[in-house]
């Protein structure tokens, strides 16, 4: 499929199939969110273990939802730059960027376009970070 086409709405897939590439609020989460999707049901309360849904076009998992993404972008407002494909935040800062969304989280906060914020130091259940590890031949 057309890689840019699909990602320009911060999905790294065609936004309706969520359910298949990540973890959010849906019916299986008994947190009693309002915002829950009660369509759909993927077994995991909170936390689902690494690779329990499809791989990104790259071949990557777990880019959205799960668990907030830490980032290394100092936070900004308004970023600069072409904002779609390449956004440029601060060089420095008091307030990191994390992505993604999580298992709590609605379908719309777990597009990788999406940011939330605080300081580096703020630790909660769904925040962490993503590890890629390349296949050693």
Known sequence: HNLDTSTQNGYSFIENALSRYGNYCDRSNTGGYSWQDKSYDDGHDKTAPVGSYRPNAWGLYDMHGNVW??????????????????????????????????????????RSAFRSRNEPGYRYYDRGFRLALSSVP
């Not at 601060?90 to 777990?110: K, L, Y």
């Open 69 to 110: 993404e830490w980032c290394l972008d100092w936070y900004a407002a308004q970023l600069s730059g072409d904002t779609v494909r390449e956004p440029v935040g601060p060089s420095s800062g008091t307030i990191r960027v994390f992505r993604g969304g999580g298992w709590d989280n609605t379908t719309t906060s777990c």
